[in-house]
């Protein structure tokens, strides 16, 4: 028994893999251009990008002449903002003034009030009295006198005042209605 030694043989065979060739589709040309030679298409473009940039021009120019105008009035807003600000400034001044001519108008018819009971009560206890004479009351009649004369000059006083406070507000109100865009008559203020 001979025993046959086969041997086998393994040869290796490559494995084969597969070749996959990507190919780009094409699409085809939009159907204006399928029946077109190259030079017709061109000239379309040209054609079309030339109406565009005409559009294009004509939109631009019209967007700058309305950026133009947003820019006019932003400027007339930021300097009616500022004459506003002014106003509302001269206003409380104003406002102060008129308060301090409240605050004189009323003392001084308070003081008006006193001066007359007083005056009444003068007279009462000088004829009341048999020591005073008829000239000691004629001097303090004349002393209460130049109170009051003094009294009625201030009081025409805060009246021309009150006349100038009204014509500055008159003024202010006219730059109001009329848009003025000056820059005031004046700081608006007076001492009393």
Do not use: W
């Not at 009030?113 to 303090?140: A, H, P, R, Y």
Request: charged fraction near 15%; proline fraction near 4%.
């Amino acid at each position: 028994p001979t025993t046959a030694s086969t041997a086998s043989s393994t040869t290796a065979t490559p494995t084969a893999t597969p070749t996959t060739t990507t190919s780009t589709i094409i699409p085809p040309p939009p159907k204006i251009y399928q029946n077109q030679t190259l030079e017709q298409i061109l000239n379309t473009l040209s054609q079309n990008l030339e109406e565009h940039t005409t559009t294009y021009i004509n939109q631009a120019q019209r967007i700058a002449s309305q950026d133009a105008i947003l820019r006019d009035s932003q400027r007339s807003i930021s300097a009616l903002t500022h004459n506003v600000s002014k106003l509302l400034h001269e206003q409380s001044i104003l406002d102060n003034t008129l308060n301090t001519v409240d605050d004189v108008c009323t003392n001084t018819f308070q003081t008006l009030e006193s001066l007359e009971n007083g005056i009444d009560i003068l007279f009462q206890n000088c004829m009341l009295n048999k020591n005073t004479t008829v000239d000691d009351c004629d001097v303090e009649r004349e002393h209460y006198y130049n109170i009051a004369l003094e009294t009625e000059t201030r009081l025409n006083q805060v009246d021309d005042h009150v006349n100038d406070l009204e014509s500055k507000l008159e003024g202010l109100l006219n730059q109001i209605g009329g848009g003025g865009s000056g820059s005031g008559s004046g700081s608006g203020s007076g001492s009393i």
